[in-house]
């Protein structure tokens, strides 16, 4: 079992930037693959970006540039940093941790891109 919270959502004007936060606990952080999701209202929850257990990173198109995943196994904490914010990424991002067939989410952070 993992546990996640996440942290450092909030409200930014547009071009702005914000660094989310997703500690993990109760596992050994370090096997388990690391993705932020996101989910708009009325849409459905969307892949933005993940980092493998060995450090690889992938990102959709719609952040490539903007966003950069990272983890340190040390702290058991996965961030997602985002620059270049736009009022289309106003969303609740979340984490998830998986491993073999286990997966596990955090409770969500809000994001608010806004003038």
């Known amino acids: 079992q993992v546990q996640l919270v996440e942290s450092g959502g909030g409200l930014v004007q547009p071009g702005g930037s914000l660094r989310l936060s997703c500690a993990a606990s109760?596992?050994?952080?370090?096997?388990?693959?690391m993705d932020w999701y996101r989910q708009a209202p009325g849409k459905q929850r969307e892949l933005v970006a993940s980092?493998?257990?060995?450090?690889?990173?992938n990102y959709e198109d719609f952040v490539k540039g903007r966003f950069t995943i990272s983890r340190d196994n040390a702290k058991n904490t996965v961030y997602l940093y985002m620059s270049s914010l736009k009022p289309e990424d106003t969303a609740v991002y979340y984490c998830?941790?998986?491993?073999?067939?286990?997966?596990?989410w955090g409770q969500g952070t809000q994001v608010t891109v806004s003038s």
């Open positions: 998830y941790a998986r491993y073999g067939y286990s997966g596990y």
């Open positions: 980092v493998s257990s060995g450090g690889s990173t």
């Open positions: 109760g596992s050994i952080f370090s096997i388990y693959a």
